[in-house]
């Protein structure tokens, strides 16, 4: 089953606008991943937060985590059409690997 | 410098035959990871190779798939007797090692069984 889960599954909003996107997992983690996605290929990674970080920023990105929640979100500000894209959630699997284990995504559409 | 790179990009096959697909990692990552994305559908991974570690096979959906890893370089994943539910794009991704995170994705191939 999967670790990662976002929501919404689908977001359209205007350029300019801010998006939020959301990722709930299940079993603890030592780091959470964002991951961008154009074109249902290659992925590229966004940003990093560790599990003892409660937000980490990064140009117009802004991640936070709450550990006691399972949860993280991604925080877009000033939407381009340019972010148009697939955005996905990553975290380590259980100790002893180094497995990653990706959410199902967050379908991105920002209008110009 | 290079990034990870993917061949074929594209590879048509009929139902019941073998493929295979190639990764070339960025040089001098040690960790190389296999993922099958279905359309509209999240990363699935495959398996992960970390140097000369055994590699981790766990999410190998049956035993007609298999890798292979040559040292730290270049890596095939082989699909025998292809079925339709195999039809996706098969992602490679490196990382300097694995427990360095963040990981590299080439292109993609995308599989189409017919």
């Known amino acids: 089953s999967q670790q990662g889960e976002e929501d919404p599954q689908a977001l359209s909003i205007q350029e300019g606008e801010n998006a939020t996107m959301n990722c709930s997992y299940k079993?603890?983690?030592?780091?959470l991943q964002w991951y961008r996605q154009n074109s249902g290929r290659g992925l590229v990674h966004l940003i990093l937060?560790?599990?003892?970080?409660r937000e980490k920023h990064s140009g117009r990105l802004r991640v936070t985590l709450d550990t006691s929640k399972k949860s993280s979100s991604l925080l877009i500000t000033a939407s381009r059409a340019a972010d148009t894209a697939s955005y996905f959630c990553?975290?380590?699997?259980?100790?002893?690997?180094?497995?990653?284990?990706f959410g199902t995504g967050t379908r991105l559409k920002v209008l110009a | 410098g290079a990034g990870v790179s993917q061949s074929p990009s594209n590879k048509v096959t009929e139902k019941g035959k073998d493929v295979e697909l190639r990764c070339d990692p960025i040089s001098g990552h040690t960790a190389l990871y296999w993922y099958r994305q279905r359309l509209g559908q999240g990363l699935e991974f495959l398996i992960y190779f970390q140097g000369n570690s055994a590699p981790d096979k766990s999410g190998l959906p049956s035993d007609r798939f298999s890798a292979e890893r040559t040292g730290e370089s270049v890596s095939t994943l082989t699909i025998q007797r292809t079925q339709q539910e195999d039809s996706a794009v098969y992602l490679c991704a490196s990382s300097l090692s694995a427990a360095t995170d963040t990981q590299y994705f080439g292109p993609g191939t995308r599989l189409t069984v017919l």
């Open positions: 937060i560790r599990s003892n970080e």
């Open positions: 990553a975290t380590d699997a259980p100790s002893g690997t180094y497995k990653y284990i």
């Open positions: 079993t603890s983690i030592n780091n």
